[in-house]
């Protein structure tokens, strides 16, 4: 019976995902084992980023949006905060150039306001080089919060419907779909999160509503191409039912 199910499963493999969504969680654990101080975790985890978007880039994966700076890491020590800021920088620096032979599109989700002026710029110039690529979208979540984005989202719908440009009748999950800072990129249908921490952690909350979520307890600097193949296979294996019931139970 149950490998008869298991057979037609199989069968009915879906796809690769089109969005895959990363909370990169665990340099600073990484780098206190090795009782190293917690920005060469991050340096770590930047390299990481390099190989993770080569292998997705590679398998053909449409949507890659990583978490790398959340409106709560502003809490952070005042030299770890200056140094995160510099990575995107440090990383565009030395991977750019193979982004655009890859023809990776680079996008940003989050709000610039308060970043620093340098980490803006390296950022809008490599979303400006590679705005007419057509490979993988490689969305950089920098300064992003769920909740911030849904005030954002918000604010602007609500002065919109003011000044008659909307009515409010009209409002349905796909208009605020457009007012998001995720608006034209799908919902992601696998949402990872490393380093045994069991949170989305204000990570695209409205756009996760349905993704299949995967943790696994490797820090992020050591988040394999391996781990996240297998993670695929098993998101293609999984049922989908989104409230209803499994077609072979009809
Ligand atoms: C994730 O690693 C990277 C960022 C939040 C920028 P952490 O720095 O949170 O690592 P841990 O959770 O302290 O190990
Ligand atoms: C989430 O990780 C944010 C990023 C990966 C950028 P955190 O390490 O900041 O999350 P919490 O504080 O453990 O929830
Ligand atoms: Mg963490």
Same mark, same amino acid.
Not at 57 to 64: Q, R, V
Not at 136 to 156: C, K, M, P
């Given at each position: 019976?149950?490998?008869?199910?298991?057979?037609?499963?199989?069968?009915?493999? #879906?796809?690769?995902?089109?969005?895959?969504a990363i909370i990169m969680d665990g340099?600073? #654990?990484?780098?206190?084992?090795?009782?190293?101080?917690?920005?060469?975790?991050?340096?770590?985890?930047?390299?990481?980023?390099?190989?993770?978007?080569?292998?997705?880039?590679?398998?053909?994966?449409? &949507?890659?949006t990583l978490y790398a700076?959340s409106?709560?890491?502003?809490?952070?020590?005042?030299?770890?905060?200056? &140094?995160?800021?510099?990575?995107?920088? /440090?990383?565009?620096?030395?991977?750019?150039?193979?982004?655009?032979?890859?023809?990776? #599109?680079?996008?940003?989700?989050?709000?610039?306001?308060?970043?620093?002026?340098?980490?803006?710029?390296?950022?809008?110039?490599?979303?400006?080089?590679?705005? /007419?690529?057509?490979?993988?979208?490689?969305?950089?979540a920098?300064? &992003?919060?769920?909740?911030?984005?849904?005030?954002?989202?918000?604010?602007?719908?609500?002065? /919109?419907?003011?000044?008659?440009?909307? /009515?409010?009748?009209?409002?349905?999950?796909?208009?605020?779909?457009?007012?998001?800072?995720?608006?034209?990129?799908?919902?992601?249908?696998?949402m990872i999160r490393t380093s045994?921490e069991?949170r989305l952690s204000n990570f695209l909350?409205?756009?996760?509503?349905?993704?299949?979520l995967f943790f696994?307890?490797?820090?992020w600097?050591?988040?394999?191409?391996?781990?996240?193949?297998?993670?695929?296979?098993? &998101?293609?294996?999984?049922? #989908?039912?989104?409230?209803?019931?499994?077609?072979?139970?009809?």
């Amino acid at each position: 019976m149950f490998g008869w199910r298991k057979q037609k499963r199989a069968d009915k493999e #879906r796809a690769l995902p089109e969005h895959i969504a990363i909370i990169m969680d665990g340099n600073g #654990r990484y780098a206190k084992e090795r009782n190293r101080p917690r920005i060469n975790g991050h340096y770590e985890g930047m390299q990481n980023v390099k190989k993770i978007t080569r292998h997705a880039s590679d398998i053909g994966i449409k &949507y890659l949006t990583l978490y790398a700076f959340s409106t709560e890491n502003w809490s952070r020590p005042q030299n770890e905060i200056s &140094y995160l800021m510099k990575l995107p920088g /440090d990383f565009l620096s030395t991977f750019l150039p193979e982004l655009i032979e890859k023809n990776v #599109r680079v996008l940003t989700i989050g709000s610039p306001e308060e970043l620093p002026d340098y980490t803006v710029k390296t950022v809008s110039e490599a979303v400006e080089k590679t705005q /007419d690529n057509t490979g993988l979208n490689l969305v950089f979540a920098l300064n &992003y919060g769920g909740r911030d984005e849904l005030v954002q989202a918000i604010r602007s719908m609500s002065a /919109d419907a003011v000044a008659g440009a909307i /009515d409010p009748e009209d409002i349905s999950q796909g208009t605020i779909d457009q007012y998001l800072m995720t608006r034209n990129i799908p919902e992601p249908e696998m949402m990872i999160r490393t380093s045994g921490e069991y949170r989305l952690s204000n990570f695209l909350l409205w756009q996760s509503s349905y993704s299949e979520l995967f943790f696994t307890d490797t820090f992020w600097p050591e988040f394999a191409t391996e781990e996240l193949d297998l993670m695929i296979s098993q &998101y293609q294996k999984r049922s #989908r039912r989104f409230g209803g019931i499994d077609e072979e139970e009809v």
